[in-house]
């Protein structure tokens, strides 16, 4: 297994549309566990999307169950993932390993649907709310080229650097 280089904003590579996933063989799982390695070397690792290391492809991998006393599904291996309902908004707070020095205010839908396959190509719906729902939100907009700088109402506002804590 291997850590990948994070791509971080501006590297105009992070706009890229990424195409679905064809086949679901060995050098794919290979990749996941590379990716997955990646996102539990990051700080907050709750996500990671497969073209924040290069990678364009429609994958995506989410694990909240670190944080208490939320509902969650666990380690989720997202493929060509696709959300089918949303319900309700709410705004909170978020970071982005590819925006290392900045976090900020996001409006996401409370609740989702979302279909997608596992690492074996095959299908899982899932009902998802709250940090969880947000999480795969954030994830999914990667592989259309978002950052959550994009979708901010005011950078002036709800734009906010990243304290440095030095020992
Ligand atoms: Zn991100």
Known sequence: MAIL??????DERLK??????????????TF????????RAGPGGVGIAAPQ????????????SAKKKIKHHGRLVLI???ITQWDGFEVAREGCMSVPDYTGNVIRATQIHLIACDEWGEK????????EARAVQHELDHLDGM??????????HDLFQRKVYKK
């Open 147 to 156: 950052l959550f700088i994009d979708r901010l109402v005011s950078r002036r």
């Open 124 to 131: 899982h719906e899932y009902d998802m709310e709250g940090y």
């Open 53 to 64: 290391v290069g990678n364009f492809q429609r994958i995506a991998i989410v694990d909240v």
């Open 5 to 10: 280089e994070i791509l971080t904003y501006p």
């Open 80 to 82: 060509n993932p696709e």
């Open 32 to 39: 996941l566990a590379d990716l997955e390695e990646t996102m």
């Open 16 to 29: 890229n549309m990424s195409e679905e996933v064809a086949e679901f063989n060995d050098a794919l799982r």
